[in-house]
């Protein structure tokens, strides 16, 4: 009868030992499953994040000055920082890009005539120089005017949604050539101005205007193709 008790007594703290046992397992594994929960939970709401993600990491500052997070643009209702609203903004990126497209051809095409009359004006003398002088000043104005108007229209649009690929590219490349036709552009502006009283700089001038036409016939021939 002895035997048969503590027989018993042992079968009992065996079985209430595997409990115990089996309720600490279930509790660690309702722990582990908390914290997957909260990490699936923690990777879904950063994946969200990313999705609503309305501007690129980077962006030029006149971009940022009209279309940044907190640029004017953003002061109208119509061009408030929301998904839908910011697809109006690509459509309106769009329309000034194919705009800066047909107005860099036209001042392209009056580089053309413009250097075609410079290069006359440089051998000529009297009142053929004074009509050259006047149709080359006029070609020069209309020329500077589409040309900081195509500068413009790329500049000030809005930024595009996602991030540039990393190495080079065409746009890379098409912007690279537009600091060097912008600087040459400047230039032969400035020098053509200094013409009057120095004579002497005008081999700095033409090398100015050839350099910013070649590089801006480069920067239109890269993005085409």
Known sequence: MRTFTLITLLLLLVSFRSQAQKETTTKLKAAKDSTATVDLLGEMNQSNQEKTKLLPDKIIFTQRLLWGEKGLMRNFSAFELTPDKRQNELK???NMLVAHQ??????????VAQGIVGAKLYNSTGSNYRSL???H????????????????????APPKMLNERKGYSSIKIHRDLAIVHFTAMVSTLVLAGMLEGNPSLKPYHRAAAYTAFGAFAASMIVIKF
């Not at 047909?102 to 580089?111: A, F, P, S, V």
């Open 137 to 156: 000043e006029a070609l020069a104005s209309a020329v500077s005017v589409a040309y900081f108007s195509t500068a413009a229209l790329s500049l000030f």
């Open 92 to 94: 309106v990126r769009r």
């Open 133 to 135: 002088r006047n149709t």
């Open 102 to 111: 047909i107005m860099g051809m036209l001042t392209l095409g009056g580089m």
